[in-house]
């Protein structure tokens, strides 16, 4: 207020109450005061000569800082379009000159209690906030992990013996991170292996049950050939697979498309299994055909074959 009277008059019986006031003789002094300091309550009156009551109300409600800062209107003009444009910009209550303190004390009061349930709202809402930057911080170690995860374990390299077969493959995540994966080999001359196969879902789960996926299969053949089962075929090796797995991912209500493909040159054969995957195109220079006729995925019936 740029009357100090008014001002005196309205701080003394804050300060009684315990409080402690600052006082701006204009609007910009007041301003000013709000860019360096923090208040719980802010009393305005309308006209001053340097920054009227407005442009307060229009700072503090354009200010990240102070926009729910409760603010009382206190003027002597009595215009209705006044009034409306105080409470437009954002003032939450208005009062007539001469004030009557007894009705700005229990007003001041009903503010301490709004101020506080507001400060524990900010509290709460402070605790959600950073427990949600705590949560994508995780999420952001979890998916730079699992991009590893896919390159490196889901994806890998095509090995240099590929049964004398030239294999190239690309794939790309849709979402950044998916349950895709491939995997090349060649255990015997002339011959190669190729699986690849796509886990319902995306992101790191996703990637991390292709992975044991690719493992499995892993262990089968270290079990066939430990076993010195010689040949074995694609058919064995992917019931075998299924039959471990199916139950796991019944269990994890996940399934897994896959398809197996061996192309041996001794046989000039093409020998396909397909759980659920998209069909394989083969390309010659005159005509092309889809091979495989599509099963169900893993995962789904347990007496599959």
Same mark, same amino acid.
């Given at each position: 207020d740029d009357e100090a009277i008014v001002r005196a008059t309205l701080s003394h019986p804050l300060e009684a109450m315990g409080h402690a006031t600052f006082q701006a003789p204009s609007g910009n002094d007041a301003i000013e005061m709000l860019k360096h300091e923090e208040f719980d309550l802010v009393m305005v009156d309308i006209e001053m000569y340097d920054g009227d009551g407005f442009a307060v109300l229009q700072?503090?409600?354009?200010?990240?800082?102070?926009?729910?800062?409760?603010?009382?209107?206190?003027?002597?003009?009595?215009?209705?379009?006044?009034?409306?444009?105080?409470?437009?910009?954002?003032?939450?209550?208005?009062?007539?000159?001469?004030?009557?303190?007894?009705?700005?004390?229990?007003?001041?009061?009903?503010?301490?209690r709004a101020i506080a349930l507001q400060r524990q709202n900010l509290r709460l809402l402070h &605790?959600?906030?950073?427990? &949600?930057?705590?949560?994508?911080e995780r999420k952001q170690i979890e998916y730079e992990y699992s991009k590893r995860i896919q390159k490196t374990l889901l994806y890998g390299t095509i090995p240099a013996n590929t049964g004398n077969v030239d294999v190239a493959c690309m794939s790309r995540a849709s979402?950044? =991170?998916?349950?895709?994966?491939?995997?090349?080999?060649?255990?015997?001359?002339?011959?190669?292996? =190729?699986?690849?196969?796509d886990v319902m879902g995306k992101g790191p789960l996703a990637a991390i049950l292709a992975t044991d996926v690719k493992l499995v299969v892993q262990r089968q053949f270290t079990n066939y050939l430990s076993h010195n089962?010689?040949?074995?075929?694609?058919?064995?090796?992917?019931?075998?697979?299924?039959?471990?797995?199916?139950?796991?991912?019944?269990?994890?209500?996940?399934?897994?498309?896959l398809v197996y493909l061996r192309i041996d040159r001794t046989q000039n054969r093409l020998t396909v299994v397909n759980c659920g995957h998209p069909s394989i195109w083969v390309l010659h220079p005159d005509r092309q055909a889809?091979?495989?006729?599509?099963?169900?995925?893993?995962? =789904?019936?347990?007496?599959?074959?």
């Open positions: 700072y503090l409600r354009e200010n990240p800082r102070t926009r729910w800062m409760p603010v009382i209107v206190i003027s002597g003009h009595l215009a209705e379009d006044l009034v409306a444009k105080a409470l437009e910009l954002g003032a939450d209550d208005y009062m007539y000159k001469p004030v009557h303190l007894g009705f700005l004390k229990y007003k001041v009061r009903n503010f301490e &605790n959600v906030t950073e427990k &949600n930057r705590e949560l994508e979402h950044g =991170i998916n349950g895709d994966f491939i995997k090349v080999h060649s255990l015997w001359p002339d011959t190669v292996d =190729i699986m690849v196969g089962r010689g040949r074995f075929s694609v058919a064995e090796l992917v019931n075998d697979v299924h039959r471990y797995l199916t139950p796991k991912l019944i269990e994890l209500e996940s399934f897994v498309t889809t091979v495989g006729t599509p099963g169900l995925p893993l995962g =789904i019936l347990t007496d599959e074959i």
